[in-house]
């Protein structure tokens, strides 16, 4: 099972990003995809995630509004729309998966992580 994270980069506050989670090496259907984040010195830090089935989303208060979750079940593939973003969303990004979509906000309930991608937000 791999996922493979990318699309970071450095943006202006303000600006976007759409970064991507390529999914291989089985099915994921029963699964939610997670979305976590990690600043320097920092815990790391529930983003969003989706369930695989149905698509429901989920989004820690602190992004709600300005970021969007969604999959590409053709391309086993999941996403995250970042809009007007801030220089406190500065963080290594990790897309992460897990059966189920009960403490989707817990990063020891998820069985399969990404390498990180890394996103900063400067002027």
């Known amino acids: 099972v791999q996922l493979q994270a990318f699309g970071g980069g450095l943006v202006q506050p303000g600006g976007s990003l759409r970064l991507s989670c390529a999914v291989s090496?089985?099915?994921?259907?029963?699964?939610?995809m997670g979305w976590f984040r990690q600043a320097p010195g920092k815990e790391r830090e529930f983003v969003a995630a989706?369930?695989?089935?149905?698509?429901?989303?989920y989004y820690a208060d602190s992004v709600k509004g300005r970021f969007t979750v969604s999959r590409d079940n053709a391309k086993n593939t999941v996403y995250l729309q970042m809009n007007s973003l801030k220089p406190e969303d500065t963080a290594v990004y990790y897309c992460?998966?897990?059966?189920?979509?009960?403490?989707?906000?817990?990063?020891?309930?998820?069985?399969?992580w990404g390498q990180g991608t890394q996103v900063t937000v400067s002027s």
């Open positions: 090496g089985r099915t994921f259907s029963s699964y939610a």
């Open positions: 989706i369930s695989w089935s149905d698509g429901s989303a």
């Open positions: 992460t998966a897990k059966w189920g979509r009960n403490y989707l906000s817990d990063p020891m309930r998820y069985t399969y």
